[in-house]
């Protein structure tokens, strides 16, 4: 059983579409992320949700809108898509919030923005 | 804030030699570290831990890291390494709901 999944896996789209990441989790855990990895294979957080509500938006531009049906699910919407999206995303959870948690992370989705 | 360096970008080694990473960490309070590693195409995978306690923790697949404060380092070690470690290492510390990650270092390991 998939713990953390994502879909789609590639998102290939023109400049100026919005489009929307999926992420579910089956593992219980209060808290969500979203990390973003680029051409380089850096890693940082964009967002944070614990039990639905939004913890950390880490300057992210507000084209990017989390949203948060539930603990299980954590989505990411990008609106009108620039060539400089075009990155790895990863979703993650943890138990909670705490330094002390793991975080589970999904396969990832590689956006394309051409 | 938080920041995590790994020296090394990019690692080759042949299978059987010894294996260190570096990693630096800034923050001077409580800090809790982790590797994870990421195989070509797959995500991100628990290596090792360190929240506190032994300075020297195991992980998974023989790897494993030491904790030194005084050198603000916790590098990640495998005295040797196989074909199958071909993949990004990542240093991260975490904060309150989230993880900083350095920059990662590619292992190559030639067969």
């Known amino acids: 059983d998939t713990a953390v999944s994502q879909t789609p896996k590639y998102l290939v789209t023109q400049m100026g579409n919005d489009k929307s990441i999926k992420c579910e989790q089956n593992?219980?855990?209060?808290?969500m992320y979203w990390y973003k990895q680029d051409s380089k294979k850096f890693l940082k957080i964009m967002f944070s949700?614990?039990?639905?509500?939004?913890?950390i938006n880490e300057t992210v531009p507000n084209r990017f809108s989390p949203k948060s049906p539930d603990k299980a699910h954590l989505n990411l919407h990008i609106n009108s898509l620039e060539l400089g999206d075009s990155a790895v995303y990863f979703c993650?959870?943890?138990?909670?919030?705490?330094?002390?948690?793991?975080?589970?992370f999904g396969p990832g989705t590689r956006l394309t923005v051409l | 804030a938080q920041s995590v360096s790994q020296h090394n970008h990019h690692v080759i080694l042949s299978e059987a030699a010894s294996l260190e990473l570096g990693c630096n960490y800034s923050?001077?309070?409580?800090?809790?570290l982790f590797w994870y590693v990421q195989y070509p195409g797959q995500h991100l995978q628990l290596l090792l831990k360190?929240?506190?306690?032994?300075?020297l923790v195991k992980g998974i697949k023989g790897f494993e890291a030491e904790f030194i404060k005084s050198k603000f380092s916790f590098n990640l070690r495998k005295p040797s390494v196989q074909w199958s470690d071909t993949a990004e290492y990542f240093c991260?510390?975490?904060?309150?709901?989230?993880?900083?990650f350095g920059k990662g270092t590619k292992l190559s390991v030639i067969p």
């Open positions: 923050y001077g309070g409580t800090v809790n």
């Open positions: 991260a510390s975490s904060g309150s709901y989230q993880l900083t």
């Open positions: 993650a959870s943890s138990q909670e919030g705490s330094s002390y948690n793991e975080q589970f």
């Open positions: 360190y929240f506190s306690g032994d300075p």
């Open positions: 593992l219980g855990h209060d808290t």
């Open positions: 949700y614990n039990n639905k509500e939004l913890i």
